[in-house]
């Protein structure tokens, strides 16, 4: 069984950088049609997707809010994925939660991934 564990997250200033990664345990190698994605929920608010990478070509996806700022990547075992934080704003504040699912397809459809780590706080002080 699959288990993802958030880590780095913690508080930041706006116009700063936060690096949270998400490590897989349970499996030695993640087969490359995965889809990893990183979502968020602000207190008061649904839970959005903002970053996924996916395929084969570990394609990268983002949600026009952080386009620019957010960058995700993997490692080469495509055990761990990482979601660099550039240029905070307050918005960003939020607990940040890795998701992973067995196939391609829509990056933001939540119910579509069977995995999910347990969260990590974010907040950005302006």
């Known amino acids: 069984q699959v288990q993802l564990v958030e880590s780095g997250g913690g508080s930041g200033q706006a116009g700063g950088s936060l690096r949270l990664s998400c490590a897989a345990s349970?499996?030695?190698?993640?087969?490359?049609?995965?889809?990893w994605a990183w979502f968020r929920q602000a207190p008061g608010k649904e839970r959005e997707g903002v970053a996924a990478?996916?395929?084969?070509?570990?394609?990268?996806d983002y949600a026009d809010s952080v386009k620019g700022r957010f960058t995700v990547s993997q490692d080469n075992a495509k055990t761990t994925v990482y979601l660099q934080m550039n240029s905070l704003k307050a918005e960003d504040t939020a607990v940040y939660y890795c998701a992973a699912k067995k196939t391609t397809g829509d990056n933001w459809d939540r119910a579509g991934f069977e995995y999910w780590g347990r969260g990590t706080q974010v907040t950005v002080s302006s």
């Open positions: 349970g499996a030695t190698h993640i087969p490359n049609y995965w889809t």
């Open positions: 990478i996916y395929g084969d070509f570990a394609r990268p």
